[in-house]
C-alpha cells in the first residue's frame, strides 16, 4: 500500500501517528465486506501495520479462509516476510483449513472445537514476554468460515469472540475480524451483525458504489471510529502490489 493509501486509511483508524504502545490496543475492530467488494485488503494492511519492524508488536492470525502460503505471499509484496517475523516469535498462524472437520465433528465441547482453540490463544499469548504480551493482535479471517466449521452455529461463533473479547481486557490485545455482510438471511443476519456491531469500538464497512461498477474506482470504505467519534468514508482501488484509498471526486495525481 503506497505512502497516500496507508496515511489515509492510517488517519480514519488513528494509526497515523506512533506505532509503540499499537494504537488499537484494547480495542475491537470489525472488518465487514460483500461477496463482491472484498474487504481482505484492509486486514492485510493492518496484519502488516502491527508488524512493523519498529515495533514490539505480535500478531495471531486465525485463518479458517486461506492458507499461510496465501498471506505470505500477498505481505511479500506489501514489504513484510512472515517466515521472518514467524521464525523471530512475532507472529503466530492457525491453519484452521486443516482442523474444520474436527471442529465441527467435536462441536463446542471443553475437549475439542472453538474452546480449545480459544485455549491454544491464551496460551500462545501467555508464554509471550512482557514488553510483547500487552501488544497483540488477535486477527480472525473470516467469521463466515469460522461459522460453517460450527456447523452453522452464530452462537458458537459469538461465544468464541466473547471469549477473546476478555482477552482485550486481561492482556490489553486487540481483536480484528473479517466477516461477509451479506450472506445471511435478514432475520439471522440482523441478530448476528447487530451483536457484532454492538462489540465493535472500530467498524469498517467495504461496499460497492451505490452508482455501480467503474472502470477506476472499485469500492468504497466506510470507517466508524466510536473513540473518535466520527466516521470517514472514501474510495478505493485495489492494484497488484498497492491499494488507493481517496476521497470521492478528489484527484489522485
Same mark, same amino acid.
Given at each position: ?12 483508524? +488513528? ?9 488499537? #490496543?484494547?480495542?475491537?475492530?470489525? &472488518? ?7 474487504? /481482505? ?7 502488516? #501495520?502491527?508488524?512493523?519492524?519498529? @515495533? /514490539? ?28 517475523? #514467524?521464525?523471530? +516469535? ?22 475439542? +472445537? ?11 499469548? @501467555?508464554?509471550?514476554?512482557? &514488553?510483547?504480551? =500487552?501488544?497483540?493482535? *488477535? &486477527? &480472525? ?34 481483536? *480484528? ?5 451479506? *450472506?445471511? @438471511? ?17 467498524? *469498517? ?24 467519534? =466520527? ?5 478505493? =482501488? ?16
Amino acid at each position: 500500500m503506497n505512502q497516500r493509501s496507508s496515511n489515509l486509511l492510517d488517519e480514519a483508524l +488513528g494509526l497515523d501517528q506512533a506505532i509503540e504502545p499499537w494504537p488499537l #490496543r484494547g480495542r475491537v475492530v470489525a &472488518i465487514e465486506d460483500r461477496v463482491e467488494t472484498s474487504g /481482505s485488503f484492509v486486514l492485510h494492511h493492518l496484519l502488516k #501495520r502491527s508488524l512493523s519492524p519498529n @515495533s /514490539s508488536n505480535v500478531s495471531v492470525l486465525i485463518a479458517f479462509s486461506q492458507p499461510f502460503s496465501h498471506y505470505d505471499r500477498i505481505l511479500r509484496k506489501l514489504g513484510c516476510n512472515l517466515v521472518s517475523q #514467524r521464525d523471530n +516469535g512475532r507472529f503466530f498462524f492457525f491453519d484452521m483449513l486443516k482442523l474444520q472437520c474436527t471442529v465441527g465433528d467435536e462441536g463446542m465441547t471443553p475437549g475439542g +472445537g472453538l474452546i480449545a482453540l480459544y485455549g491454544k490463544t491464551h496460551k500462545t499469548i @501467555s508464554a509471550l514476554p512482557e &514488553i510483547r504480551r =500487552k501488544n497483540v493482535s *488477535i &486477527i &480472525i479471517d473470516d467469521l463466515s468460515l469460522m461459522e460453517v466449521a460450527a456447523k452453522g452455529s452464530s452462537d458458537y461463533v459469538l461465544d468464541f469472540l466473547h471469549y477473546c473479547r476478555t482477552l482485550t481486557s486481561e492482556f490489553n490485545c486487540s481483536l *480484528i475480524t473479517l466477516n461477509h455482510e451479506d *450472506i445471511y @438471511s435478514i432475520e439471522d443476519g440482523c441478530t448476528f451483525l447487530l451483536q457484532m456491531e454492538y462489540h465493535t469500538d472500530i467498524l *469498517i464497512k467495504v461496499e460497492p458504489l451505490a452508482t455501480g461498477l467503474a472502470a477506476d474506482v472499485h469500492g468504497q470504505l466506510t470507517v466508524s471510529n466510536k473513540g473518535r467519534n =466520527k466516521a470517514s468514508n472514501f474510495h478505493f =482501488k485495489v492494484k497488484e502490489n498497492v491499494v488507493e484509498c481517496f476521497y470521492p471526486g478528489r484527484n489522485r495525481d
